[in-house]
């Protein structure tokens, strides 16, 4: 299985603030990666497809980049509603598998 | 709108079995892969399995799938998740997922809001 590795598992930040959260596989996932977001509520909405690909809905504010083994979610300036776990999850090769999450705290 | 409503959830003695089920709607449910993943208490998440449209393909988590069982109703717009010998180690949050598949794309578009299952001993 291809293990996630995502750092930090949480981060103190503030409103307006730019934020970036990274996604380490255990090997090279050609591109083949998402992320997740996850209300304290237990809500779980997809914001990002094949790296850097916005799903529908999702503000410009989020950016994914990244290649080979190392990816990243980065948040440009901090709303509320953005404090809230974050999942990467790779699609290269089944069984499909989840980061850790990191937890982004006010 | 897409709906996805699990139910089923509950207590359940260990080393019994439960099955869960997820009501689809506002969609073509037979379009579409399906899933499911869990999320024990405080835990991240984890991939169960998915099953495709005809249900001729269905594919799990190797650690899992002599646990879990897959299927679904195209008639009745139903996915279930049918899970057996539950052990403490299987209380967790079940979510069922719609897989969105095209061209490089595959991701989980739609999440049901979760049914949790707590396995007694």
């Known amino acids: 299985d291809i293990q996630m590795t995502q750092t930090p598992s949480s981060m103190p930040a503030s409103l307006g603030e730019r934020v970036t959260i990274s996604c380490r596989a255990s090997q090279g996932i050609s591109n083949y990666l998402n992320w997740y977001q996850q209300k304290p509520d237990g809500t779980i909405k997809p914001l990002i497809y094949y790296t850097s690909n916005l799903q529908s809905g999702v503000p410009s504010r989020f950016s994914g980049s990244g290649s080979g083994t190392d990816y990243s979610l980065t948040i440009s300036s901090l709303e509320p509603e953005d404090f809230a776990m974050y999942y990467c999850q790779q699609y290269d090769s089944s069984p499909w598998t989840f980061g850790g999450g990191t937890k982004l705290e006010l | 709108e897409v709906k996805l409503v699990e139910s089923g959830g509950g207590l359940v003695q260990r080393g019994r079995s439960l099955k869960l089920s997820c009501a689809a709607s506002g969609f073509s449910f037979n379009d579409y892969w399906m899933g499911w993943v869990r999320q024990a208490p405080g835990k991240g998440l984890e991939w169960i399995g998915e099953?495709?449209?005809?249900?001729?393909?269905?594919n799990y988590s190797p650690s899992l799938k002599d646990k879990f069982t897959i299927s679904r109703d195209n008639v009745q717009n139903t996915l279930y998740l049918q899970m057996s010998r539950l052990g403490s180690a299987d209380t967790a949050i079940f979510y069922c997922?719609?897989?969105?598949?095209?061209?490089?794309?595959?991701?989980?578009?739609?999440w049901g809001q979760g049914v949790l299952v707590t396995v007694s001993s």
């Open positions: 997922v719609r897989a969105a598949n095209y061209y490089s794309s595959y991701i989980f578009d739609y």
């Open positions: 099953i495709n449209q005809d249900s001729s393909t269905i």
